[in-house]
């Protein structure tokens, strides 16, 4: 085997406790440290992985030596194993706490606590020192702790994926305080802004409001733009307009007459579009025939909801008959403030409509309205291929009723990307069980109790697990199929109260969270 830093990321992505269950425990480890973070690149690890991971690695001679592993691993390290706690959190604060699923919730408050006792920390001023050694553990922080801490604080939270509530009010409160290396916010240029790196997305009106317009806008225009290339969400791209629109909105009257000027190719080309628009304005100053004109360009930039409305309505007031499956296509988020009725009058006849408005980067539907989306579908003499499953995907699968689950074929669901069925109520779980053992696993396993299940056929069928019967589990019980945490507790809770075998399984899961079958 390549030394550990010779294999790829790609192959290492693979990385299972089922994949290596054949190697000896010298190459498993080689593995395991090829995993580790290399300069700025680190392997996206999920938390099944881990978990296998430190199965492999407690107990041995070198397990104390945090760097040689990846640093996601330390977060299931048993602390009372660790001999050196300044090093333990150093290595760390390199760690993705999201990866944490909710079972072990409890774990990042317990970690900080014990960070904050390894190192002395007492109230909510943290130096400098401590900040570098907590690193992305800040990201876990609240408010007391940023507003009363070293500045220094701000360059780690730009490593954060995403800033709770608390950490953006107390970011906001040590910036307007003025006592950073950004100095007084009102002075604040279009450099300053850019040198805040990812931290501005988070601005709230308040902040906002400090900021020049003038340079605000020429900074959010190449921000924006970025923030689209590195697919930031909708959702947030969405706050930062409101909140920077909200600071600088101009005093006017209630006339519903357009003041800011009308709506043109050149305004909707501008990556900023519609900041200086709210909804009022928008309505006024949108035409039609501009809206018809430029209707993808529009509905990409303008998305909030109180747009969404008015593109609808203009699109209604377009085309009083039904608005056609072209134009269905251009909707993209607009579509999800349609009602019912509205989705009545749309065109989805074909396969490239459907998965044009069930892109999951335009924004979560209502279970209702891909419920009408669907009826118009199979209105038109279509039925729920693999096409249709890709497009719905796992949420959309689980919105349709019981009824039209129980029409999909086996041979479409085989043919079909991997679908995640965790959010399916119990029954449309049972309802799509049968569809997907008849789809990945031999038919024979429904004839003889002591068919086995075979390592592959069980990684088919593990996202329809949730419907699985008790005499099925129970054949995965002799089958020494490897079971991760999410999965088991995921099942129908009478099949688990049912299989007795599963009681001490459950007991050992700390032992290795992975192995509950075993």
């Not at 010298?26 to 099944?48: A, D, F, M």
């Not at 996601?72 to 300044?86: A, H, I, K, Q, R």
């Given at each position: 085997?390549?030394?550990?830093?010779?294999?790829?990321?790609?192959?290492?992505?693979?990385?299972?406790?089922?994949?290596?269950?054949?190697?000896?425990?010298?190459?498993?480890?080689?593995?395991?440290?090829?995993?580790?973070?290399?300069?700025?690149?680190?392997?996206?690890?999920?938390?099944?992985?881990?978990?296998?991971?430190?199965?492999?690695?407690?107990?041995?001679?070198?397990?104390?030596?945090?760097?040689?592993?990846?640093?996601?691993?330390?977060?299931?390290?048993?602390?009372?194993?660790?001999?050196?706690?300044?090093?333990?959190?150093?290595?760390?604060?390199?760690?993705?706490?999201?990866?944490?699923?909710?079972?072990?919730?409890?774990?990042?408050?317990?970690?900080?606590?014990?960070?904050?006792?390894?190192?002395?920390?007492?109230?909510?001023?943290?130096?400098?020192?401590?900040?570098?050694?907590?690193?992305?553990?800040?990201?876990?922080?609240?408010?007391s702790y940023v507003q009363d801490s070293d500045p220094s604080i701000l360059e780690k939270l730009k490593n954060c994926d995403d800033l709770t509530s608390s950490l953006i009010s107390g970011m906001e409160t040590l910036l307007l305080s003025g006592e950073t290396k950004y100095g007084v916010s009102s002075r604040w240029t279009q450099q300053t802004l850019e040198d805040l790196d990812i931290l501005p997305l988070y601005f709230t009106s308040t902040l906002w409001r400090e900021i020049k317009k003038r340079d605000g806008r020429r900074f959010l225009k190449s921000f924006i733009k970025e923030l689209r290339l590195k697919g930031t969400s909708r959702k947030k791209i969405r706050t930062l307009k409101r909140a920077f629109r909200t600071a600088h909105r101009a005093k006017r009257d209630a006339s519903i007459e357009c003041t800011v000027g009308t709506i043109t190719q050149v305004e909707i080309n501008d990556d900023t579009f519609p900041i200086d628009y709210d909804a009022t304005q928008f309505n006024a100053c949108l035409s039609v025939a501009t809206l018809k004109n430029n209707l993808p360009a529009i509905t990409d930039k303008a998305d909030e909801d109180s747009y969404h409305q008015i593109i609808l309505e203009k699109l209604n007031q377009a085309y009083p008959e039904g608005i056609s499956d072209n134009v269905v296509q251009m909707l993209g988020p607009a579509s999800r403030g349609a009602t019912t009725d509205d989705i009545s009058k749309w065109n989805v006849t074909n396969i490239d409509t459907l998965s044009s408005l069930l892109k999951t980067s335009d924004g979560d539907w209502a279970d209702n309205q891909t419920e009408a989306i669907m009826t118009k579908y199979l209105a038109a003499g279509q039925s729920i291929d693999s096409s249709a499953l890709n497009s719905l995907g796992g949420s959309g699968l689980c919105a349709l009723d019981t009824s039209v689950l129980e029409t999909v074929t086996s041979s479409s669901l085989k043919q079909a990307d991997a679908l995640t069925t965790t959010s399916c109520s119990l029954t449309k779980k049972k309802a799509l069980f049968p569809i997907a053992l008849a789809a990945f696993v031999s038919t024979a396993i429904t004839k003889r109790s002591t068919t086995t299940v075979t390592s592959t056929q069980y990684q088919l069928i593990q996202s329809y697990l949730g419907g699985a019967t008790e005499s099925f589990v129970r054949t995965l019980t002799s089958s020494s199929i490897n079971m991760d945490m999410d999965t088991f507790i995921a099942l129908d809770q009478s099949v688990i109260q049912c299989v007795g075998r599963f009681k001490p399984a459950w007991q050992h899961q700390r032992e290795r969270p992975e192995r509950l079958l075993q």
């Open positions: 085997m390549d030394t550990a830093t010779d294999i790829s990321f790609q192959v290492l992505q693979g990385f299972t406790c089922t994949r290596v269950e054949s190697f000896t425990k010298i190459k498993v480890k080689s593995l395991i440290r090829g995993c580790r973070r290399r300069k700025s690149r680190k392997l996206k690890l999920k938390q099944s992985q881990l978990t296998c991971m430190y199965y492999y690695m407690k107990g041995e001679s070198d397990a104390t030596d945090y760097s040689l592993f990846p640093a996601d691993v330390l977060l299931y390290y048993d602390y009372s194993t660790v001999t050196n706690c300044s090093s333990y959190f150093t290595e760390l604060g390199f760690a993705d706490f999201s990866v944490l699923s909710n079972v072990y919730e409890s774990t990042k408050t317990t970690l900080l606590s014990n960070a904050k006792t390894c190192l002395n920390i007492t109230g909510f001023n943290i130096g400098a020192a401590n900040i570098d050694i907590l690193g992305n553990m800040v990201c876990q922080l609240n408010s």
